[in-house]
């Protein structure tokens, strides 16, 4: 049984540009939501999607954007990179319909901005 | 704007020790959870607790709820070198439990 997969795993942009992060959730799994982890810090919360649909989002700026398709797995798109984008994005999948009381993290998407 | 500061940010020990970890929040947890992050994987969820001065274990690991549901404590008898990683606390709201709150995390070194 598949985790949650998420491509690339590395990946090296210039400020100014755009990038896109694909997550294919865990098997049985809905809801997917994508997180930021800087270098040495806790992962913070950028948004979730349920239902092809923004449900949640954190305090990230408009340049962060997403998508879910019907097979629930998604995209998190960034425009106009900045140096402090620098990070690893994390995806993490669950069942809405048991509260999406858990969560099953990939092992993330690490950005380099130069 | 809840703030989960956990302490100490390092540890370096050596395996068959014992080691306690720290994790404050600013206010009330709705429910706290630890998880542990190995290198190039992500976090991984230990356990959750609820209730104010509840006390888990698994394994080796002890996780305690202050009463007052504002700190929480993770105690590793005899660390071995597979507890190697980063531990996090992390604040699940309730209702939305995808949106979880994580602490600065703790980075734990076990050697031989």
């Known amino acids: 049984d598949a985790g949650v997969t998420q491509s690339p795993t590395h990946l090296i942009k210039t400020r100014g540009q755009q990038v896109t992060l694909r997550c294919s959730p865990k098997s049985g799994h809905d809801t997917v939501s994508w997180y930021q982890q800087a270098l040495g810090q806790g992962p913070q919360f950028i948004f979730q999607?349920?239902?092809?649909?923004e449900r949640q989002r954190g305090n990230f700026p408009d340049r962060f954007s997403g998508h879910q398709f019907p097979n629930y797995s998604s995209e998190l798109n960034v425009n106009a990179l900045l140096l402090g984008d620098s990070a690893l994005y994390l995806c993490?999948?669950?069942?809405w319909g048991s509260g999406a009381n858990v969560l099953t993290f990939g092992a993330g998407s690490r950005l380099t901005v130069l | 704007t809840q703030l989960l500061e956990q302490s100490p940010q390092f540890l370096s020990i050596q395996e068959g020790e014992n080691l306690t970890v720290y994790c404050n929040s600013s206010s009330v947890f709705s429910s706290l959870q630890w998880y542990r992050q190995e290198p190039g994987e992500g976090p991984v969820l230990l356990v959750t607790?609820?209730?104010?001065?509840e006390v888990k274990k698994l394994k080796r690991l002890t996780f305690q709820f202050g009463d007052a549901r504002k700190d929480s404590s993770l105690h590793i008898t005899a660390a071995q070198t597979g507890d190697t990683g980063l531990y996090l606390c992390?604040?699940?709201?309730?209702?939305?439990?995808?949106?979880?709150?994580f602490g600065t995390g703790t980075r734990l070194q076990v050697t031989l």
């Open positions: 607790v609820v209730t104010g001065g």
């Open positions: 999607y349920y239902e092809e649909e």
């Open positions: 992390a604040d699940r709201f309730t209702g939305t439990a995808s949106k979880l709150t």
């Open positions: 993490a999948s669950s069942f």
